[in-house]
């Protein structure tokens, strides 16, 4: 079992940053890729970056591309997403993700494991 908390959520202005944690906490071994994915109100959850655990291989949305960087301290079992040139439309709930598959990283299927979301707010 893994389990994933998230920490680093907060409201921010557009064109500000927001550094998001995500600790895994045990088993991290049998992990094979990380991921983000974040729900706006009304809205599907949607895959924002992703990071395979063996090789540091990296994956974004085409959204998010230029402006986030997903990163992984694999000592300490932990995943960061540093979203930087933040805009209104990143207003959602961001969840970290894992999963011990090896494909389709950018679907929400794919994971095994969730933790319990952070809330990122960007104002106009």
């Known amino acids: 079992q893994v389990q994933l908390v998230e920490s680093g959520g907060g409201s921010v202005q557009a064109g500000g940053s927001l550094r998001l944690s995500c600790e895994a906490s045990?088993?991290?071994?049998?992990?094979?890729?990380l991921g983000w994915f974040r729900q706006a109100p009304g809205k599907e959850r949607e895959f924002v970056a992703a990071?395979?655990?063996?090789?540091?291989?990296?994956y974004y949305a085409d959204s998010v591309k230029g402006r986030f960087t997903i990163s992984s301290d694999n000592a300490k079992g932990t995943v960061y997403l540093q979203m930087n040139s933040l805009k209104p439309e990143d207003t959602a709930v961001y969840y970290c993700?894992?999963?011990?598959?090896?494909?389709?990283?950018?679907?929400?299927?794919?994971?095994?494991?969730w933790g319990q979301g952070t809330q990122v707010t960007v104002s106009s």
């Open positions: 993700a894992a999963t011990r598959r090896n494909s389709d990283y950018d679907l929400k299927d794919t994971y095994d494991y």
């Open positions: 990071v395979r655990w063996s090789d540091f291989r990296t």
């Open positions: 045990a088993r991290t071994f049998s992990i094979n890729t």
